[in-house]
DNA sequence: TGTACATCAGTGAACGCGCGTTCACTGATGTAC
DNA sequence: TGTACATCAGTGAACGCGCGTTCACTGATGTAC
């Protein structure tokens, strides 16, 4: 069956958004071109029609990751003052949701190890773009302080929150991962000049 | 051929130690069992002589990772006084040396994400114990500080050192690896109450 | 002490199975006349 | 406007391949007599 060409595209985007989900989710290796396909309801060959490998499929997914990443937090945060991004940034991040949504979250807690022991070079350097587009926008909304850079400091803040939920997410026992978050979310907010969170919303 | 009880134990081990070594560099799906058999002069079929599964291996590989790198840092910091030895685990964890070797540094940086993925129990039981270790071996060095207790700086400060070198093994370009350890070293030794790193001994 | 047998770590061929990829085919739609 | 043809996203069977696992077998050594 022939289709538009706008029907292209719209079939590529959805096959992107899928993988982007179940490699985080699950891996790279850990997802089947044939899985992907059947979650948007098409068979495997026609893969081959919209991409030229699996290889090829896994690089352009990590830069959906993180444009998917960075949609779903501008919604949340637009139009708010730094250190309110700042603070709803670090909360977020720093979650049991974001800990249990991995398919949903920031690639660099799901995808780090994988892409590190990867050879292919686009998906790393899609990677590396995704990290510098975080630290950026981390660093904007930092001050300098006691002579460290924002930049510096941006570095700092997101490997503590990267490792956090990393962490959180292999440990098993419920207490020491709540935990982990926990004190890690506080430890962040205090590096970054926010005040203590309220108690009490939190059960 | 038959051989004698030790000669059987220390096969084990000798597989035990691939694996964990294999395992660390290219997780636990990288590898297979032919592979690690191989390594250690042996074919495959042999394996099942010491392990029921490669799920079992993998859960046993972990106690070993932990194992050897408890090993391999308190070679370097017997008798050292505490801040010494915090300012030694610190500078030695977040380097390029532990970034580039894999095979022989620390689980959570290498596994955390595959063991956060797998339903693995035994192996994520092992790790749990593991993380434990390590917090209670960083919360002795570590003195309590303004109201946060040593155990809650001890998470935060792990976080931070497995989250950067996660990142750095991650990010393809050097100049953004080098940047992220070396903010990082230096605020989590800062944040441990260490004096700054000498200059110079770094080109 | 010497002999017959049992044991069992290790071998290597074989098994299912799932994976990434290929390919001949389909058929609705765009295009040329 | 109507007709013939070309296009190409998508189908589904088939392919090689590597993996975890099984299994009949080997043969040096421990054990029973």
Chains 1, 2 share one sequence.
Not at 16 to 24: C, G, I, K, V
Not at 63 to 84: G, H, I, K, S
Not at 116 to 138: K, N, P, Q
Request: charged share 25%; with cysteine.
């Amino acid at each position: 069956m022939r289709y538009s060409a706008e029907h292209k595209n719209e079939t590529r985007v959805k096959v992107l958004r899928a993988a982007a989900s179940a490699m985080r989710a699950h891996g790279p290796d850990g997802v089947g071109v044939a899985d992907i396909m059947r979650g948007v309801g098409l068979t495997h060959g026609g893969f081959y029609a919209h991409f030229r490998s699996k290889e090829d499929l896994i690089a352009q997914a990590v830069t959906q990751m993180f444009a998917d990443a960075r949609r779903r937090f501008q919604r949340v945060t637009a139009n708010l003052p730094a250190a309110e991004a700042l603070g709803t940034y670090i909360d977020r991040y720093v979650s049991t949701t974001h800990r249990d949504d991995a398919a949903r979250g920031c690639p660099l807690t799901s995808m780090a190890a994988d892409l590190a022991r990867s050879g292919d070079g686009a998906a790393r350097a899609a990677f590396d773009t995704g990290v510098r587009g975080i630290l950026d926008m981390l660093a904007a909304w930092l001050p300098a302080d006691c002579g460290v850079s924002a930049r510096a400091r941006a570095a700092s803040l997101l490997a503590e929150m990267a490792g956090a939920v990393a962490l959180a997410r292999a440990v098993h026992d419920a207490d020491l991962s709540a935990e982990i978050l926990c004190e890690c979310r506080a430890a962040i907010r205090a590096r970054a000049g926010l005040p203590p969170e309220q108690q009490g919303l939190s059960a």
